[in-house]
């Protein structure tokens, strides 16, 4: 599949088009498709900063429009970290608020000509953003969220990621890995000494984070590195065909039956 010939981001976040690069992209291509990374601003142990959701989010969404012709996005990147407060520098909002966030998105999108929009989220506690999409989807509007967790489990095979998805749940291998790839400038010292464990959580949400790790992290990110970061993305992208076709498909049929 053509790539959609998107210009390099600024910082790795900002997409830098221009209203004409957003014109002249989606001349002939019907409907068009919106990619939109989520991702936060919450504590990620010592040595990953605050933002790496948000920049693994935006790594997965430049992959995924070098590969696909779609409207790539600005990144929403605060979100519902609340499992995180115990350590400074988190900071939330609420999910009714990233809810209202990501359906006024979708709506301005529509109404501009863009029918459909994929939610790339970078961090697990978004869990309102399943509803964003489950409740579009009754509405008959065509929005899908990236990547399922079958998605995540196909790209750590591919990679060699050795780390399981319930153990690395936190500034592990998988977010050390991708960012050691995408950003390696911004991690700190300490990765190599910081894997830590905690597989039964099942109180997370009514204890927060603190109950299971006094360091933020839970996961094994010694085993990190830049290749493997590489090829999680690449295998992502790779999975995102189904999602797309799945959208221009679903889009295209309900046009015809008008």
Known sequence: MSGSGIRSAVYGLLPA????????RGAGVSPQVAVLPVGSFEQHGPYLPLATDTLVACAVAREIAAAYPVHLLPPVTISCSHEHAAWPGTVSISSVTLHAVVRDIADSLRRSGVDALVVVNGHGGNYVLGNVVQEASARNERMALFPAAEDWEA???????????????????IETSILLHTHPEMLRPGHETAD???????????????????????????????????????????????????????????????
């Open 17 to 24: 088009d221009t209203t004409e690069d957003v014109r002249s």
């Open 155 to 173: 790209a750590r095979e591919r990679a060699g990621v050795v780390t399981s998805l319930l153990t690395d749940m936190h500034a592990g291998e």
């Open 196 to 258: 830590f464990v905690a597989d039964d959580r099942r109180h997370l949400l009514s204890l927060g984070m603190s109950a299971y790790t006094d360091s933020g992290v839970i996961g094994r990110p010694s085993l990190g590195s830049a290749e493997k970061g590489k090829e999680l993305l690449a295998s992502l992208a790779d999975s995102f065909g189904a999602y797309f076709s799945l959208l221009t498909s679903a889009a295209s049929d309900s046009s015809d039956s008008e």
